[in-house]
């Protein structure tokens, strides 16, 4: 049975910083490309940041490039979110997700095969 976990969540003060975490079990961690997801309220869910399966390689969404950088350590089965700069834009339930295939695309959130449960990032002004 796979699962993700994330933690890390939480609540900061704008220009804050915050690192989140997804644990894997039950799959390959390191045959799947990792992405991080998030969905704030009355809005669809939209993506974030993903990462190869090697680590080697990146796609963000223009709204985070330069502010969070997304990493893997596939020793552990776990891929982190690190988030700097926040604003109350970024207030949000963060989703990390499993995928499997062959190219890495910056891939819409249907073509994700594994999702956790969330963690809620909430950011003051």
């Known amino acids: 049975q796979v699962q993700l976990v994330e933690s890390g969540g939480g609540l900061v003060q704008a220009g804050g910083s915050l690192r989140l975490s997804c644990a894997a079990s039950?799959?390959?961690?390191?045959?799947?490309?990792m992405g991080w997801f998030r969905q704030a309220p009355g809005k669809k869910r939209e993506f974030v940041a993903t990462?190869?399966?090697?680590?080697?390689?990146?796609y963000y969404a223009d709204s985070v490039k330069g502010r969070f950088t997304v990493s893997r350590d596939n020793a552990k089965n776990t891929v982190y979110l690190e988030m700097n700069s926040l604003n109350p834009e970024d207030t949000a339930v963060y989703y990390c997700?499993?995928?499997?295939?062959?190219?890495?695309?910056?891939?819409?959130?249907?073509?994700?095969?594994?999702w956790g449960q969330g963690t809620q990032v909430t950011v003051s002004s």
């Open positions: 997700a499993a995928k499997w295939g062959a190219t890495f695309v910056a891939a819409p959130d249907y073509d994700y095969n594994y």
């Open positions: 039950g799959l390959t961690f390191s045959r799947f490309i």
């Open positions: 990462i190869n399966w090697s680590g080697g390689s990146t």
